[in-house]
C-alpha cells in the first residue's frame, strides 16, 4: 500500500520533471530537421540522451549499458529489441551507439510538443493500415541508406505475458534480409519495474536498467526470414532466460 502511495508520488514528480525539460530542449531538437543526414539525427540522438541522463537521475534511476563495442564504425546496423515498457524507447533512442531511428506507433505523434520530439526519432507507421506499414517498410531501408542504425520491436508489442520474450513478426527479419545488414540482438531488463503500464497506471518507480547489446548476427548465405527470425529469437531468448537465472 505505501510502495503504490509513494510510486504515484514520484510519478507526479516525475511528470513535472519531465514537461520542464520537454520545454527546454523542444526547440533544438526541431532544429535539427534542417541539418544534413545522419547529422542531424546524431545531434537530435545526443541532446535527448542528456536530456535522458538528467531524467533518469531526477527520478533515481540508473542505466548500465552493455555492448557497445559491437556496434563498429562504419557500419549501420538493425537493433532488434524486447519490448516491456514505455520506458523502452526513452532508452534505445539515446543510447543506440549513433545516429538511429525508431520504428513506432503513429498515436503518439499527436501528443502537443512531445509529438514534435517523438516524430524526429521514429519511422511512423500505423499498424491498423495495410499502406502505412508498406510506406513504413520503405522508409526504413531510406534510414539505413542514409548511414542510420534502425530500431525495431519485433515483438510488435509490450510482451504482457509471463515469457521473456513474445513471437517475433517478420518485419525486421525481412529488412535484414533484403538490405544484408546485420542485427544487433537487443535486451532491455527492469524498464517495467521503473514503468509498469496498465497495470500500475501512473506509477513509476526508482530502479536500475540494463541495456545489453549483444554481437551482431549476420545474414548468412541461404538464410530466409524465418531462419533469421528464429535464429535470433533463440540468441535473445537464451540470453534473457540466462540473465534472469543469475538473478540480475
Known amino acids: 500500500m505505501i510502495k503504490n502511495i509513494l510510486g504515484r508520488i514520484i510519478a507526479f514528480w516525475g511528470a513535472i520533471i519531465f514537461v520542464i525539460t520537454l520545454l527546454l530542449v523542444v526547440i533544438p531538437i526541431w532544429l535539427t530537421n534542417y541539418i544534413e543526414e545522419p547529422g542531424g539525427t546524431e545531434i537530435f540522438r545526443r541532446i535527448s540522451k542528456a536530456w535522458m541522463n538528467f531524467f533518469l537521475f531526477s527520478i533515481g534511476c540508473r542505466l548500465v549499458v552493455h555492448g557497445k563495442e559491437n556496434f563498429k564504425r562504419g557500419e549501420t546496423y538493425i537493433v532488434a529489441s524486447n519490448h516491456n515498457s514505455y520506458m523502452d ?17 503513429s498515436e503518439l505523434a499527436k501528443v502537443p510538443l512531445f509529438g514534435l520530439i517523438y516524430q524526429r526519432g521514429s519511422i511512423l507507421v500505423d499498424r491498423k493500415s495495410e499502406k502505412s506499414r ?30 521473456p ?23 532491455l531488463f527492469n524498464t517495467k519495474k521503473v514503468l509498469p503500464g496498465k497495470s500500475k497506471p501512473f506509477y513509476l518507480w526508482p530502479a536500475k536498467m540494463e541495456i545489453y547489446f549483444l554481437p551482431p ?15 535470433v529469437f533463440n540468441i535473445m531468448y537464451a540470453f534473457a532466460r540466462e540473465h534472469s537465472r543469475k538473478g540480475k
Open 134 to 163: 508498406r510506406e513504413s517498410y520503405v522508409k526504413m531501408k531510406e534510414v539505413l541508406d542514409q548511414g542510420l542504425h534502425m530500431c525495431i520491436y519485433p515483438e510488435g508489442t509490450r510482451n504482457t505475458t509471463g515469457e
Open 165 to 187: 520474450l513474445k513471437s517475433f513478426h517478420d518485419g525486421a527479419f525481412k529488412l535484414a534480409v533484403e538490405t544484408k545488414k546485420a542485427i544487433i540482438p537487443t535486451l
Open 217 to 231: 548476427e549476420p545474414v548468412q548465405p541461404g538464410d530466409t526470414v524465418a531462419s533469421l527470425k528464429e535464429r
Open 89 to 105: 524507447v526513452p532508452l534505445t533512442t539515446p543510447f543506440i551507439p549513433g545516429p538511429n531511428k525508431t520504428i513506432a506507433k
